[in-house]
């Protein structure tokens, strides 16, 4: 190796959620640590866009997201999809929505029993997800709920945002058999329940801000080529990283990866970790053969509908003159988030014509009622397909894919670090995942169109051009055309660095030591969540996995 230009105990690679609370708790736990953080974005502290909820659909769009695209989509009609992810010091924080939902238990359960280890089961997880939060709801159960973390959380009612459709809104779920829960983030959330977010009093929580990186060496701007891997006592051992200008870095202990679910895979394909035939294209010299690096690709896939008010002018709708409250603007205009399953019989004829059940590892999303759907109804609403203006005279709805069977892949298009990986999420391509998706415009045509609690908020949806309009009876045929044309990312990719194939279950990179990756694309299985509370949670139980492994040597 190159002599570095400097040393440090740790190095780790991408400072977004999981990159900022290992380097956060690394240099609290043991204050000698010298650890460097490297971000290929900046810090948007600053950035005027960053701060509030109410820019929290602009600031993706900025520079502070790689603004990556997939490569045309065969089950969507041949669409390229956005596939965000944040370049910045607080990464996903510093772009995302803020939706804190945890997910269902039985998903972590399964995840424990893909990688036979029980500390990532949803009772391996609770500590960890209690130690990152401060729960909105001081009556929470405390045995479920942290009450002294960096995280802040808060719903609609606890930020005073007093939407005039609330009560509307649940009623129209409660007539299709959704009724409200108390908790949603207790490892059960099917049912109705607030929608729990990552704001405090309105504002964004960057990870790099909740998790101090006092006593961090944070470098900004810096893009890893890739991790310097060489041979001891035929060992491989990661020793440092090379930056895209040619600067070496060395670490003493471990390089640890946060790059995420699109650039991990990546920087391990760029340093020779991968298989053969990927690397042989862009002239990589192989280190190890790993060839599940960049595969099982996994996302939450979703489909908006617009809806027309019935009684717009009594300012139920963000753009309406009359929606002006200004509590309004601290969070997503929405007040609900829905959870549910769909029914036994049709998933399983949908994964038995699939055949793939075994080779998925998809016997978890069967006959167990597990959490296959996600619905919200957000009082805001604007497209050009259909030409909708933001002028309060509509709504909108979401129906999202939890357990999806469809697997992508993320793959290199050179050895230039500066240059996109290529991701082809393979959205759509199962029997299981549309099953589950026509299950749920169904229930959502159902619910606005069929009953008087839905009739009593719309009037009729505002349907793509070529399209029909949504029911509870449309045939197979018209509800896969919806998605086709507009179904799309929720912005929670994993899996391109799996556990179990890719890294053990300490998080450790198969076959190299010194080499570790906490970020989303470990998680080997989908799971109901919206993955940042996840990865909080990852990031607090890795430093315990690294520190342990430290006292093990000593």
């Given at each position: 190796m190159t002599s570095p230009t400097q040393f440090a105990d740790y190095i780790v690679v991408g400072g977004g959620i999981g990159g900022s609370v290992?380097?956060?708790?690394?240099?609290?736990?043991?204050?000698?640590?010298?650890?460097?953080?490297?971000?290929?974005?900046?810090?948007?502290?600053?950035?005027?866009?960053?701060?509030?909820?109410?820019?929290?659909?602009?600031?993706?769009?900025?520079?502070?997201n790689w603004n990556y695209t997939t490569i045309d989509q065969e089950n969507l009609?041949?669409?390229?999809?956005?596939?965000?992810?944040?370049?910045?010091?607080?990464?996903?924080?510093?772009?995302?929505s803020g939706g804190w939902i945890r997910g269902d238990a039985k998903d972590y359960d399964h995840w424990a029993k893909v990688v036979n280890d029980p500390r990532w089961s949803y009772k391996g997880f609770l500590p960890y997800f209690r130690k990152t939060e401060t729960y909105h709801d001081a009556g929470a159960d405390r045995a479920q709920h942290g009450f002294?973390?960096?995280?802040?959380?808060?719903?609609?009612?606890?930020?005073?945002?007093?939407?005039?459709?609330?009560?509307?809104?649940?009623?129209?779920?409660?007539?299709?058999?959704?009724?409200?829960?108390?908790?949603?983030?207790?490892?059960?959330?099917?049912?109705l329940a607030e929608c729990t977010e990552a704001w405090k009093n309105g504002k964004r929580q960057l990870a790099s801000h909740a998790y101090p990186l006092n006593g961090v060496q944070v470098m900004t701007g810096k893009l890893v080529k890739r991790v310097i891997i060489e041979e001891k006592d035929n060992r491989k051992v990661a020793l440092g990283v090379e930056l895209s200008d040619g600067s070496i870095l060395g670490a003493t202990r471990e390089v640890i990866l946060c790059a995420?679910?699109?650039?991990?895979?990546?920087?391990?394909?760029?340093?020779?970790?991968?298989?053969?035939?990927?690397?042989?294209?862009?002239?990589?010299?192989?280190?190890?053969?790993?060839?599940?690096?960049?595969?099982?690709?996994?996302?939450?896939l979703g489909t908006t509908q617009f809806w027309k008010l019935r009684n717009p002018e009594k300012g139920l709708s963000a753009g309406s003159p009359n929606f002006n409250n200004p509590a309004y603007?601290?969070?997503?205009?929405?007040?609900?988030?829905a959870v549910h399953t769909v029914p036994a019989q049709g998933l399983k004829d949908a994964?038995?014509?699939?055949?793939?059940?075994?080779?998925?590892?998809?016997?978890?999303?069967?006959?167990?009622?597990?959490?296959?759907?996600?619905?919200?109804i957000i009082y805001a609403a604007a497209s050009a397909d259909p030409p909708i203006p933001f002028d309060g005279t509509h709504i909108s709805s979401s129906v999202v894919g939890l357990l999806p069977t469809s697997r992508g892949s993320v793959t290199i298009s050179s050895n230039n670090?500066?240059?996109?990986?290529?991701?082809?999420?393979?959205?759509?391509?199962t029997e299981h995942d549309k099953y589950v998706m026509r299950s749920g415009l169904k229930l959502v045509g159902k619910m606005l169109l069929e009953t008087q609690e839905g009739l009593n908020i719309v009037t009729q949806e505002a349907v793509p051009d070529g399209l029909k309009p949504l029911s509870s009876i449309l045939n197979d045929?018209?509800?896969?055309?919806?998605?086709?044309?507009?179904?799309?990312?929720?912005?929670?990719?994993?899996?391109?660095?799996?556990?179990?194939?890719?890294?053990?279950?300490?998080?450790?990179?198969?076959?190299?030591?010194?080499?570790?990756?906490?970020?989303?694309?470990?998680?080997?299985?989908?799971?109901?969540?919206?993955?940042?509370?996840?990865?909080?949670?990852?990031?607090?139980?890795?430093?315990?996995?690294?520190?342990?492994?430290?006292?093990?040597?000593?």
């Open positions: 290992v380097a956060s708790r690394l240099t609290q736990r043991d204050t000698k640590l010298a650890v460097i953080l490297l971000e290929a974005g900046s810090d948007p502290t600053n950035h005027p866009l960053v701060p509030d909820a109410s820019t929290a659909l602009q600031v993706r769009g900025t520079e502070l009609g041949g669409r390229a999809c956005n596939a965000s992810a944040g370049k910045a010091l607080g990464g996903g924080s510093a772009i995302n002294s973390g960096p995280i802040h959380t808060q719903t609609a009612p606890t930020s005073n945002r007093n939407y005039p459709m609330r009560e509307q809104t649940k009623a129209a779920f409660n007539s299709i058999g959704i009724k409200e829960i108390k908790d949603a983030n207790c490892g059960n959330p099917q049912g995420g679910t699109y650039r991990t895979p990546q920087v391990l394909m760029l340093s020779g970790i991968g298989s053969a035939s990927e690397l042989l294209k862009h002239n990589i010299p192989q280190i190890l053969d790993l060839p599940e690096v960049g595969k099982n690709l996994h996302d939450h603007m601290l969070g997503l205009p929405l007040d609900w988030v994964l038995v014509h699939d055949g793939e059940m075994a080779s998925l590892d998809v016997s978890h999303t069967q006959l167990d009622d597990r959490s296959q759907l996600e619905f919200y670090p500066h240059d996109d990986p290529v991701i082809d999420p393979n959205y759509y391509a045929e018209d509800l896969d055309a919806r998605v086709r044309a507009s179904g799309n990312t929720l912005f929670h990719p994993g899996g391109t660095a799996s556990m179990g194939k890719v890294v053990d279950s300490h998080l450790r990179v198969i076959g190299i030591e010194g080499l570790r990756i906490v970020d989303a694309s470990v998680i080997p299985v989908p799971i109901a969540s919206h993955y940042q509370a996840c990865i909080f949670a990852l990031g607090e139980q890795a430093v315990d996995l690294i520190l342990d492994h430290v006292e093990e040597k000593v």
